[in-house]
């Protein structure tokens, strides 16, 4: 079993910066992903980016590309996203997520992870 916890949400202005972590600790696996969703009040659950092990490879949803960045510290078991340039419509509760299906697994959805943080708001005011 992976726990994971997020921090480092908070309510910023239209085109601040926040920074996200996400710790693991528990089990390990060989190939996996690590991912961030969203989700807005009265909306679905939504991905954000995700990170896959061990070929690096990284995705964004086309809404946040080349203003998000996903990245991890192997060393401190630690996922971060870097979000720049925020928009109001990027308010929501950003969730982490770890999941092991295989190294040719997209993870684009919430069913190819097994574990997830419990959350940390995000605010950005007009």
């Known amino acids: 079993q992976v726990q994971l916890v997020e921090s480092g949400g908070g309510l910023v202005q239209a085109g601040g910066s926040l920074r996200l972590s996400c710790g693991a600790s528990g089990r390990t696996y060989s190939n996996y992903a690590m991912g961030w969703f969203r989700q807005a009040p009265g909306k679905a659950r939504e991905f954000v980016a995700r990170n896959r092990w061990p070929d690096g490879n990284t995705f964004y949803r086309d809404s946040v590309k080349g203003r998000f960045t996903i990245s991890r510290d192997n060393a401190k078991n630690t996922l971060y996203l870097q979000m720049n340039s925020l928009k109001p419509e990027d308010t929501a509760v950003y969730y982490c997520?770890?999941?092991?299906?295989?190294?040719?697994?997209?993870?684009?959805?919430?069913?190819?992870?097994?574990?997830w943080g419990q959350g940390t708001q995000v605010t950005v005011s007009s």
């Open positions: 997520a770890i999941g092991s299906r295989g190294i040719t697994t997209l993870y684009f959805t919430e069913r190819s992870y097994d574990a």
